[in-house]
């Protein structure tokens, strides 16, 4: 219970530390006091055993190590119960004492330590998705050096040698130490390596607003000091122009900091992560985040009457999946509506595969690029929907983005020399601004 609460507060906690993964290993510590071999037929648990453990292997859950670990931990409780309890235990026995099954319970361990380096490395130097001949060779690597680990390092130490034992425990350890340092350096290196700021994976890595850490709200972090200062356009000017949404209307805000310059006033910017400006919506994130959502966007609400411009953005789900959210957005467009001279309805922008500064990096662009027929067979009816919505109201306007994001063919990371997008889906700052520029022109 503790573990799924954390989920709903703290998933981090949650993951990381003890008291929320006790009972995970006090299973383990259960079987083991038990008498060995006292199990007549351990045969149906061992069965049900290793298959709900490839159940679970099969359909892993985003909310691990909550409820959704009790498959997991328990078809993996029910064979090391079959294992310590019987010595009869079937077909399932003679597939876990075959030759392939004991060799990788031998380098298990080692494999443990091995994957996540190598997963880490590849990641990095490689943009899209990773084909399946490069997960078969990184899972052979891993099994190599795993075994090398294995034998060099694990048994030297569980099984030492008389008279030869303590040289072998020396280069056993040396040998780790300098393939763990290897190891870490390089990842270190890799992951911490600040390019030159001319290069145009890092500029477009940080081609964000510059009170991002500042302005707009982390899904975990409380309201105690909202609204935030130092978060409009101009300090002196009054306040006409406001953006309100999740993290898309932060990265959206040179948008409406363009507006505000045009018109001679200031903006200014209500943004939250995952929280779209939609009021009493349940937005499926843990309870917490949810009910900071809903606090947010009230808080919101008392602060934008008056406004002459306010322009909402959002990651807009598709209507035929939410419909809730559709009604629920309604229901904010006829509160908003009195409060305001005009809205503007921000349409949506492609998900690409991968993030640009990583594709910009590996020199691989297509691996972040889909195609054009791809993102309007995902968007159709989110613009139908929001078109024809701005349609009912005299002063809502919807703004169409495709165009400006997509050519006829592709929809691609690059424009003009410049990234698209700061990661895979948020749009740079300087596409925000050349977009505000067109818009403007046409206004």
């Given at each position: 219970m503790l573990a799924e609460a954390l989920m709903f507060v703290s998933p981090t906690m949650g993951f990381f530390q003890m008291p929320a993964r006790l009972w995970e290993l006090a299973l383990g510590g259960v079987i083991a006091l038990r008498p060995?071999?006292?199990?007549?037929?351990?045969?149906v648990p061992a069965f049900f055993g290793v298959i709900i453990i490839i159940a679970a292997t099969l359909s892993p859950a985003s909310d691990f190590p909550g409820f959704?670990?009790?498959?997991?931990?328990?078809?993996?409780?029910?064979?090391?119960?079959?294992?310590?309890?019987?010595?009869?235990?079937?077909?399932?026995?003679?597939?876990?004492?075959?030759?392939?099954?004991?060799?990788?319970?031998?380098?298990?361990y080692s494999l443990y330590l091995w994957h996540w380096p190598l997963l880490s490395l590849t990641k990095i130097t490689h943009a899209g998705s990773l084909t399946i001949v490069t997960r078969v060779l990184i899972l052979l690597v891993a099994t190599v050096l795993a075994w090398l680990s294995y034998f060099f390092?694990?048994?030297?130490?569980?099984?030492?040698?008389?008279?030869?034992?303590?040289?072998?425990?020396?280069a056993a350890g040396l040998a780790a130490a300098i393939a763990l340092g290897f190891a870490?350096?390089?990842?270190?290196?890799?992951?911490?390596?600040?390019?030159?700021?001319?290069?145009?994976?890092?500029?477009?890595?940080?081609?964000?607003?510059a009170n991002r850490f500042q302005c707009n709200y982390r899904e975990d972090q409380s309201l105690d000091d909202f609204p935030r200062s130092g978060c409009n356009s101009a300090e002196y000017k009054p306040v006409r122009v406001a953006i309100w949404?999740?993290?898309?209307?932060?990265?959206w805000q040179p948008f409406a900091w363009a507006i505000a310059n045009h018109r001679g006033v200031a903006?200014?910017?209500?943004?939250?992560?995952?929280?779209?400006?939609?009021?009493?919506?349940r937005s499926g994130h843990n309870?917490?985040?949810?009910?900071?959502?809903?606090?947010?966007?009230?808080?919101?609400?008392?602060?934008?009457?008056?406004?002459?411009?306010?322009?909402?953005?959002?990651?807009?789900?598709?209507?035929?999946?939410?419909?809730?959210?559709y009604t629920k957005f309604t229901d904010t467009l006829e509160q908003v509506d009195p409060l305001v001279n005009k809205i503007i309805l921000l349409g949506p922008t492609p998900?690409?595969?991968?993030?640009?500064?990583?594709?910009?990096?590996?020199?691989?662009l297509s691996a972040c690029a889909i195609s054009r027929k791809q993102f309007d067979t995902e968007s159709n009816d989110i613009r139908i929907w929001l078109r024809t919505t701005a349609l009912d109201y005299k002063n809502i306007e919807y703004v169409e983005t495709t165009n400006f994001f997509c050519n006829p063919d592709t929809c691609p990371a690059l424009k003009d020399g410049y990234g698209l997008y700061w990661d895979s889906e948020h749009v740079s700052s300087t596409a925000a601004r050349v977009f505000s520029h067109q818009y403007l022109g046409k206004v």
């Open positions: 060995a071999q006292t199990l007549a037929d351990g045969r959704a670990a009790l498959a997991a931990v328990g078809g993996a409780g029910l064979l090391i119960y079959a294992v310590h309890g019987s010595t009869d235990l079937g077909w399932t026995g003679k597939f876990l004492r075959s030759r392939p099954m004991v060799f990788i319970g031998l380098i298990s390092v694990e048994r030297p130490f569980r099984h030492p040698q008389k008279g030869t034992a303590s040289y072998k425990v020396v870490s350096m390089t990842l270190g290196n890799a992951m911490n390596w600040n390019p030159p700021p001319t290069d145009l994976a890092y500029r477009t890595a940080n081609d964000y607003p949404g999740d993290s898309y209307a932060l990265a903006a200014t910017s209500y943004s939250r992560d995952g929280c779209p400006p939609v009021l009493d919506y309870y917490l985040q949810e009910q900071r959502c809903r606090e947010f966007n009230k808080l919101v609400i008392g602060r934008i009457r008056g406004i002459d411009t306010l322009i909402l953005v959002a990651r807009w789900p598709d209507p035929l999946s939410h419909p809730f959210f998900y690409l595969r991968d993030s640009v500064p990583q594709c910009i990096a590996a020199h691989d």
